[in-house]
Nanobody, 116 residues
């Protein structure tokens, strides 16, 4: 009932920046939190940044100071601004929405590749 569409991924050089967008549609009233996860080849999916249901933010230690999650609640969109990108940031980035009384919704993923 909630669809998530990511955009903004691409290929950048180390030290560059990207801004990822996640647009939610459908039954957006079910959303109680949104965030970004990433999965590199051979590794488990990990949290990058998220808004909790209380509006607080959580960041992975590996991206603190380099990434900022923000949201446009009027347009049901969450952003991830990533600066000072490193090759180890290379991964597929997934938007996630926690839903009331339902399993989370996930986007299709957007590839971020950081070259050295």
């Amino acid at each position: 009932q909630v669809q998530l569409v990511e955009s903004g991924g691409g290929l950048v050089q180390a030290g560059g920046s990207l801004r990822l967008s996640c647009a939610a549609s459908g039954s957006v009233s079910l959303i109680n939190g949104m965030g970004w996860y990433r999965q590199a080849p051979g590794k488990e999916r990990e949290l990058v940044a998220a808004f909790t249901s209380g509006g607080r933010t959580n960041y992975a230690d590996s991206v603190k100071g380099r990434c900022t999650i923000s949201r446009d609640m009027a347009n049901n969109t969450v952003y991830l601004q990533m600066n000072s990108l490193k090759p180890e940031d290379t991964a597929v980035y997934y938007c996630n929405a926690n839903l009331y009384f339902r399993r989370p919704s996930w986007g299709q993923g957007t590839q971020v590749t950081v070259s050295s």
